[in-house]
C-alpha cells in the first residue's frame, strides 16, 4: 500500500513516521526549510529519549500519474483550498482531510473531484525541539483518529483505512457523521485556546481561577446549545459537559491544563497555531449563533 502525507508538520510527520515504521510504502509531501532539513538529515523523530529516523521518502513535487492508495492531507484549515486544488491534478481515489472545520465537505468535493474526501481528524500533538519530532498519539480514551465517508455509510474503503492505522498502532475510529462530530470537538477546543490566549501566563493558565471558570462555563453552553439544537453530542462522552457542575468541571479542566498531556497535547497546539484557533473561533460562534436564528 502506497500512502502520501501531504503537509510536514507536526501531525503529518508524525503519522508519516508510524507509517513508515510499519512497513508501508510513505512519500512525505514537504516544502521550505522543513524540505531542506529533511533533504539534509532525513524525519528525525523521539521515542522514549531514543532518536529515529523514519523510513518515509522526501518529495517537493506531486506528479498527475503518481498514484497512493491515501492521501493525508495534515495542513492548517486556510491551506486546504490551495492544497485540494492541487490534489485535483493527481489520480490518487481518497484523500483523507485532517482538518478540522466547519465548511462544508461538498465544497471540497468541488475542488478535488467528488466521492475522493473522507473527513477524518487526527488523534495526536507536539512540537519539533532542534529538529526533532517530539510527538505522541492521543490516548485512545480521549481522541483516537476519528474518520467517515461524508454520507455516513460504511464502505469498503473506511475498513481499509482503519486496518492501516490497526498495523501503524494508531488507535481510530469510524463514526457515523463526522460534521457533528467536528461541531463537538470545536465546542471543546475553542474555549481550551481561548484561555491560552486570555491567560498572564499561558503555560500556568491553571493557576488563574477566573479563567478556569470561564472556560467550565463556555464549554458548558456550547454543549447545551449544540445539544438543544438537535445536534446529537459526539462522541457520548461529551454529555458529561453538559449534566456536570460548574465547579466540576473547573475542578477537572485545572487538572488537565495543568498535566503533561495539557502541555502536549493543548498548550503545544494553541500557542503554534493562534490564527488558525482564532479562525476556527469565528466560524464555530458564527455557526452557533446561525443555528440559534434558524431555530
Known amino acids: 500500500m502506497r500512502l502520501l502525507i501531504y503537509g510536514a508538520g507536526v501531525i503529518g510527520c508524525l503519522y508519516a513516521a508510524l507509517f513508515g515504521q510499519a512497513g508501508y510504502d510513505t512519500t512525505l509531501y514537504a516544502r521550505g526549510k522543513r524540505l531542506e532539513a529533511f533533504r539534509e538529515n532525513g524525519l528525525l523523530y523521539e521515542i522514549k529519549g531514543k532518536t529515529y529516523k523514519a523510513e518515509v521518502k522526501i518529495i517537493d513535487l506531486l506528479k498527475e500519474d503518481d498514484k497512493y492508495d491515501f492521501i493525508f492531507l495534515t495542513v492548517k484549515e486556510n491551506q486546504v483550498h490551495t492544497a485540494l486544488k492541487e490534489l485535483s491534478l493527481n489520480t490518487s481515489p481518497n484523500i483523507v482531510t485532517m482538518v478540522n472545520t466547519l465548511e462544508p465537505y461538498s465544497n471540497w468535493?468541488?475542488?478535488?473531484?467528488?466521492?475522493?474526501?473522507?473527513?477524518?481528524?487526527?488523534?495526536?500533538?507536539?512540537?519539533?525541539?532542534?529538529?526533532?519530532?517530539?510527538?505522541?498519539?492521543?490516548?485512545?480514551?480521549?481522541?483516537?483518529t476519528t474518520f467517515s465517508e461524508i454520507d455516513g455509510s460504511q464502505t469498503k474503503r473506511l475498513l481499509r483505512l482503519a486496518e492501516l492505522l490497526k498495523e501503524a498502532g494508531i488507535p481510530h475510529q469510524i463514526v457515523k457523521d463526522m460534521h457533528q462530530w467536528q461541531l463537538c470537538h470545536l465546542a471543546m477546543v475553542v474555549p481550551i485556546a481561548d484561555a491560552y490566549y486570555e491567560a498572564q501566563k499561558p503555560k500556568e493558565v491553571w493557576r488563574e481561577y477566573e479563567?478556569?471558570?470561564?472556560?467550565?462555563?463556555?464549554?458548558?453552553r456550547n454543549f447545551k446549545s449544540l445539544h438543544d439544537s438537535g445536534i446529537t453530542l459526539s462522541p457520548k462522552k461529551m454529555n458529561i459537559f453538559r449534566y456536570s457542575p460548574i465547579f466540576v468541571l473547573k475542578i477537572g479542566l485545572t487538572i488537565v491544563f495543568r498535566s503533561n498531556f495539557g502541555n502536549v497535547f493543548m498548550y503545544q497546539?494553541?500557542?503554534?497555531?493562534?490564527?488558525?484557533?482564532?479562525?476556527?473561533?469565528?466560524?464555530?460562534?458564527?455557526?452557533?449563533?446561525?443555528?440559534?436564528?434558524?431555530?
Open 211 to 220: 479563567i478556569m471558570a470561564k472556560t467550565a462555563k463556555r464549554m458548558k
Open 109 to 144: 468535493e468541488e475542488l478535488c473531484g467528488k466521492g475522493r474526501i473522507i473527513p477524518a481528524f487526527p488523534g495526536a500533538g507536539g512540537s519539533f525541539d532542534n529538529g526533532i519530532l517530539k510527538a505522541a498519539l492521543t490516548p485512545r480514551m480521549i481522541q483516537p
Open 269 to 295: 497546539h494553541s500557542i503554534n497555531a493562534p490564527d488558525e484557533m482564532r479562525r476556527l473561533h469565528t466560524q464555530f460562534y458564527q455557526y452557533m449563533k446561525s443555528n440559534d436564528e434558524t431555530q
